[in-house]
């Protein structure tokens, strides 16, 4: 089945410390996305990435990280600088960057003690 | 900046009637306008991409339309199911804003 994997689906942080959330796509698609979700509020843009070895900041880059090292994946790094890190993280990908529809994963919800 | 709004933030309604979800976006300058459901803790599924040469799209008994010079898109529902309970939201995918989405309850 093609589709987008988040992992893992539930994760715990200390104050401090940095997480990584994974993001892999066998859809082939050129351009993924991460985005932000907190309650109440709409998804906000963090980076995106159009083609391998390359990404843009989104709304809310401050705090975050990311590569794109191949085709298939792109995770998100949040650092022990990103402020209040506790939300729903989306990522989503397009065959190609631009107007394409979208595809979203599963999230992953991080929760910072 | 693209700014995307949503009305009603929620609507609840009986079993079986038929309802409309509306989408208004600000820049009008779009190339396609997708909407998508989210359930609770999951992810967003792709319901409808309206894509620029299209007016309308429909999928079952989601119909779904768009009007870029008033910068409107209009998401029906027809004959409602429990199931259906969900939120909804839209976004014109280039513009990677989304909406905060309605909050549609089906009430049996």
């Known amino acids: 089945d093609g589709g987008i994997t988040q992992s893992p689906k539930y994760l715990f942080r200390k104050e401090g410390q940095n997480v990584t959330l994974s993001c892999e796509q066998n859809?082939?698609?050129?351009?993924m996305y991460w985005y932000r979700q907190d309650p109440g509020q709409g998804l906000r843009l963090i980076y995106y990435s159009q083609i391998v070895n390359d990404f843009q900041k989104g709304d809310i880059a401050e705090g975050y990280s990311v590569s794109r090292e191949k085709k298939e994946s792109f995770p998100l790094t949040v650092t022990s600088a990103q402020k209040n890190p506790t939300a729903f993280y989306l990522c989503?990908?397009?065959?190609?960057?631009?107007?394409?529809?979208?595809?979203f994963g599963p999230g992953t919800r991080l929760t910072v003690l | 900046k693209q700014e995307v709004t949503q009305i009603p933030a929620a609507l609840s309604v009986p079993e079986g009637e038929n309802l409309v979800l509306n989408c208004s976006f600000t820049?009008?300058?779009?190339?396609?306008l997708q909407w998508f459901r989210q359930d609770p803790g999951k992810g967003l599924t792709s319901l409808l991409l309206i894509q620029s040469s299209q007016r309308e799209q429909t999928s079952g008994r989601l119909n779904a339309s768009l009007d870029k010079s008033s910068g409107r898109s209009t998401l029906y529902i027809a004959a409602s199911q429990p199931g259906d309970s969900a939120t909804y939201l839209c976004a014109p995918p280039e513009k990677l804003t989304f909406g905060t989405g309605t909050r549609l309850t089906i009430i049996p």
């Open positions: 989503a990908s397009t065959p190609l960057a631009g107007a394409s529809e979208q595809f």
């Open positions: 859809l082939n698609h050129d351009a």
């Open positions: 820049d009008s300058a779009i190339y396609n």
